[in-house]
C-alpha cells in the first residue's frame, strides 16, 4: 500500500516538476571532472556500458534540499473522483525527494528531512498560490491504495473538510502534515 495525494481544481492545472535546483551534464563530463569515482560503481558503470560515449544526461543536485519539490502529474481520467472532490480536474500531487511534513520535532531531530519537507510544502503553496484565482479554492486530500480503488476508504455520506485554510496562512505556515485520509480546502 502507498500514500497518494491529489488535488482537485476547477479548472486545468500545470503539470510536472517544480522547485527542484540541478544541473545537466552528460555521463562522461559527470565521470571525467565531476566524480571521477563514479565510474568504479555498479549503476554508473551498466550507465556507460548502454552509452558508450556517455553522452546521455543525468542532472546533478548539490543539496538533498536541491533535489526536492514538487511533482504534479494529472488530471486524472481512470478514476470515479466525484465521491471525494467537488470539483472536475483531480491531479496527484508527490512531494519529490522530501515529505508534506515539517514541524519542529523533526526539524530538531532530522534537519535534513525537515529542509526536504519543508521545501516540499513550500513549493505545494506556491503552487497553489500561483494557480488559484481570487476567491477560489482548491481541494486536497489523502489516501491509501493498494489497487486502482483510491477513493473509496473514506466515509462520504456527508463529506466535509477536514481544514479549511487561507493560502496566505499557509504560505506563512512553520508547521504543517497533511495527514492520511485528509480533506483539505485551500482559499484565496
Not at 156 to 180: G, T, Y
Request: charged share 30%.
Amino acid at each position: 500500500m502507498s500514500l497518494f495525494y491529489y488535488m482537485a481544481s476547477s479548472h486545468e492545472l500545470p503539470t510536472g516538476s517544480f522547485g527542484k535546483k540541478c544541473t545537466t551534464t552528460t555521463l562522461i563530463d559527470y565521470v571525467t571532472y565531476v566524480n571521477p569515482d563514479a565510474k568504479n560503481h555498479g549503476h554508473m558503470k551498466t550507465l556507460l556500458e548502454n552509452d558508450p560515449k556517455g553522452e546521455r544526461l543525468m542532472e546533478i543536485y548539490e543539496t538533498n534540499e536541491d533535489a526536492a519539490g514538487l511533482y504534479v502529474r494529472g488530471p486524472m481520467q481512470d478514476q470515479e473522483t466525484s465521491l471525494i472532490f467537488r470539483f472536475p480536474y483531480v491531479y496527484e500531487v508527490h512531494p519529490d525527494g522530501g515529505s508534506f511534513e515539517m514541524n519542529e520535532e523533526i526539524k530538531k531531530a532530522y534537519p535534513t528531512s525537515y529542509a526536504c519537507g519543508k521545501k516540499c510544502l513550500t513549493e505545494l503553496f506556491q503552487y497553489l498560490d500561483r494557480n488559484l484565482r481570487n476567491g477560489e479554492e482548491i481541494e486536497l486530500f489523502s489516501c491509501w491504495t493498494d489497487g486502482m480503488e483510491r477513493f473509496t476508504e473514506k466515509e462520504v455520506e456527508k463529506l466535509e473538510p477536514d481544514l479549511i485554510l487561507e493560502i496566505a496562512e499557509l504560505l506563512q505556515a512553520e508547521a504543517f502534515e497533511w495527514k492520511r485520509q485528509q480533506y483539505i480546502v485551500v482559499k484565496k
